[in-house]
């Protein structure tokens, strides 16, 4: 079990001196006003190192006619910095359709850039790195949803956006966190597979009692290691603190929570309600990135990194746009029925 590490806040995280919004930064500081974005998570002595390559990507971005989209995980020095759209899986790949670009650099994973090409064929989708993976992608594949598909047949398959291609085009609609309880109702039937995160469909089944959701035991690695336990440890130590849970999070987690939901729900709440002090059981990243915009606001830091969204960095996102890699591309043959569960998505009035 992995342990809560809490933080005192996002200032006191890093001991170097750090210039507050608007203060004066010390002489010569490169790309000052991009600096002053991320001037509490980036220390002043680190940032003539990363300037370079923000630099390089804005002019990069300019000469291929690129955007970059980034997940609510992506680290401040890129969130705050090169990104030209930020958000939720759900957002993400709204954004994917309306982009006016040739190249799209998805700062993010695997799963996120290959949404991104279903819904722009035309366009070249690059991805960082190629390795960055998913866990929850990893548990199931299309020859086991044509097993649940012949065990279960009739039962509509309502598939969580983070898998492959390959088993959303085994699936009747996909879902994001963002929208699952909506994607379910509109369905209007009394039982649907629910796969492959086991615990957002037994989260989404505590909202819909009605509906008899069957799921899969697909789990993510960073959010499966909070425990209830974590959640009252937290509460012991910070009193009045409001704790915001991802609903990837086991049930008995989200059940200790005040609020679940996507990272851009987590996001709104945070930004809405302004509780003093919060705790966001999900990504460190997320703390770090709405703390830059809301100082007011103590944020207690859990500890679970996702290794794979922290793939993606300054360095490699220009590599990806100096050399144009690594291209994302979706298997011709199975492309047009995945493209067809994440439309039918969409479609879903939220
Ligand atoms: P969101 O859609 O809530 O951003 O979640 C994506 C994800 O991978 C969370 O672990
Ligand atoms: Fe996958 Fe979990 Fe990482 Fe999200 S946080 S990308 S669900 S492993």
Redesign the pocket.
């Known amino acids: 079990m992995l342990k809560l590490s809490i933080k005192e806040d996002a200032m006191a995280a890093t001991s170097l001196p750090i210039p507050r919004p608007g203060a004066p930064l010390p002489g010569g500081m490169p790309l000052p006003e991009i600096y002053a974005r991320v001037s509490r998570h980036v220390p002043a002595i680190e940032w003539p190192a990363l300037a370079p390559d923000v630099e390089a990507i804005l002019r990069l971005k300019r000469e291929r006619n690129a955007v970059i989209l980034a997940?609510?995980?992506q680290a401040p020095e890129i969130f705050h910095t090169v990104a030209d759209i930020v958000?939720?899986?759900?957002a993400l790949a709204r954004e994917a359709v309306t982009v006016d670009a040739d190249v799209i650099v998805l700062a993010g994973?695997h799963f996120m850039a290959e949404t991104a090409k279903l819904l722009n064929p035309a366009k070249t989708v690059l991805i960082p790195d190629m390795a960055a993976g998913?866990s929850?992608a990893d548990s199931i594949t299309a020859e086991d949803v044509r097993g649940l598909r012949a065990k279960y047949p009739g039962v509509p398959i309502v598939t969580y956006?983070?898998t492959s291609a390959a088993v959303k085009a085994e699936s009747d609609l996909c879902c994001?966190?963002?929208n699952a309880v909506e994607v379910i109702r509109s369905l209007g039937v009394k039982r649907v597979l629910m796969i492959p995160d086991e615990f957002l469909a037994q989260n989404v089944q505590a909202i819909l009692p009605e509906v008899e959701i069957l799921t899969w035991a697909g789990h993510?690695e960073?959010?499966e290691r909070f425990t209830p336990a974590d959640i009252r440890e937290v509460r012991e130590s910070y009193p009045g603190v409001t704790v915001i849970a991802?609903p990837?999070c086991p049930p008995e987690v989200v059940a200790e929570s005040d609020f679940s939901?996507?990272?851009?729900?987590?996001m709104n709440f945070v930004v809405e309600k302004r509780p003093s002090q919060v705790v966001l059981v999900?990504?460190c990243s997320m703390a770090d990135n709405i703390a830059a915009a809301n100082p007011d606001i103590e944020f207690i830091k859990p500890c679970n990194m996702?290794p794979h969204?922290k793939r993606m960095s300054l360095k490699n996102i220009r590599r990806a746009l100096e050399t144009m890699t690594h291209e994302v591309t979706v298997d011709p043959t199975l492309a047009d029925r995945a493209r067809a569960a994440v439309e039918r998505m969409l479609a879903v009035r939220t």
Do not use: F, P
């Not at 958000?87 to 759900?90: A, H, P, V």
């Not at 939901?261 to 987590?266: D, P």
């Open positions: 997940h609510n995980y958000g939720d899986s759900l994973v998913c929850l956006v983070n994001t966190s963002g993510c960073v959010h991802h990837e939901g996507s990272t851009a729900m987590m999900t990504e996702c969204m």
